[in-house]
Every structure is written in structure tokens, then in C-alpha cells.
């Protein structure tokens, strides 16, 4: 019966173990997906900045 425990104890212990590293990898992956996302709304901005002024210095209507 003590041995069934200890088993059960240190399956259940493995399968935390094994989930809190997978909630580790799943924090670090949003933490980067985040920093992207971040870095892609900024880019765009830039791009949609730098086209209003070559709009504004000029009279030729541009499709994008």
C-alpha cells in the first residue's frame, strides 16, 4: 500500500513537473510573440508616416 503511494506521489509530482515546464516554454513564446507584435505595429506606423509625407510633397496620387 506504501508503495502504491510513493509511486502515485511521484507520478502526479512528474506530471507537474512536466506541465510547469510547458506553462514555462508557453510565457517565454507569448513574451516573444508580444515583442513581435510590437515591433510590426511600430514598422507599420513608420511606413504609413513615411508615405503621408511623400504624399504631402507631392500632387501624384498613390495607390497604396
Do not use: H, V
Not at 21 to 44: F, H, I, P, V
Amino acid at each position: 500500500m506504501e508503495d502504491r503511494l510513493i509511486q502515485e506521489k511521484e507520478f502526479y509530482k512528474k506530471k507537474s513537473n512536466e506541465l510547469g515546464g510547458k506553462l514555462l516554454q508557453t510565457q517565454e513564446e507569448l513574451t516573444r510573440l508580444k515583442a513581435d507584435l510590437k515591433r510590426s505595429k511600430l514598422t507599420a506606423t513608420i511606413i504609413g508616416q513615411a508615405y503621408k509625407i511623400a504624399d504631402a510633397d507631392t500632387d501624384i496620387p498613390r495607390f497604396l
